[in-house]
């Protein structure tokens, strides 16, 4: 496996490993991973699993196209955590993509940008979203692109209420978008967010560099987030 992409280095969606596999199934976890836990990670690995994918890019996002309540951690932050959270996965990356662009950090952009780099590949692309995020996909920028270019996996909790889905999708884009349920997890990076600013434990919700790192940097300690 070629060395993960660093701070100092990559700017482009994916540039750390080979391209010689023919056709190659990515799989994109977009987020904001402010900070990234264990629902992310676990998210992530189902759907490689599931869907055969060769490898998972987790890409945090630069300006979030969507409204942000909290004090948002520095991107650099939040690309360290999510670093620090994928290292032991060799299926996993990171990119610095919506990072480094200029302007809102629209998926869509992001999706054309991994298919011109994998153009050479026949790649097929695979947008990984949780139930949240996907409930909102039609207020996203050209969400039909986003269907077209991409197939969408939504991460769906067992029991998951199918009717809100179909209320807030239809059924046309619905039936373009692949569920697959994944063991609850009740974490959310709200949730650790606020045991922070409280002085509680997080241990066991994020992996325990990224809650080193948390510490370390003095992360959500303000009750504001
Ligand atoms: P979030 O802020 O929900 O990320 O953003 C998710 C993605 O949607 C990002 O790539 C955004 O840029 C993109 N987006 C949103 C709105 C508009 C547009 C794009 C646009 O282009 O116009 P979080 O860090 O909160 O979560 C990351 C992912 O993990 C989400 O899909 C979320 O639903 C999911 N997730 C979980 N999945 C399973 N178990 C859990 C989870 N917690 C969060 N416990």
Known sequence: MAKKTTTSQKTTPRQSKSRT?????????????DPVHYGHLLAAEQARCEFKLEEVVFVPTGNPPHKITWEMSSAEHRYMMTMLATATNPHFD????????KGTSFS???IREFQAEYSDNDAEIFFITGFDAVMELLT??????????????AVTRPGYDSKQLHAALGGKVLSRIRLLQAPALAISSTDIRRRVSMGLPIKYLLPEPVEKYIIKNGLYKSAAR
């Open 21 to 33: 596999r023919t056709p190659f199934r990515i799989g994109i976890m977009g987020g904001t991973f």
């Open 94 to 101: 990171v990119s610095r993509t919506e990072i480094e662009r």
């Open 108 to 110: 869509i952009q992001t």
């Open 140 to 153: 996203w920028s050209e969400p039909m692109e986003v269907i077209k270019r991409a197939t969408v996996i």
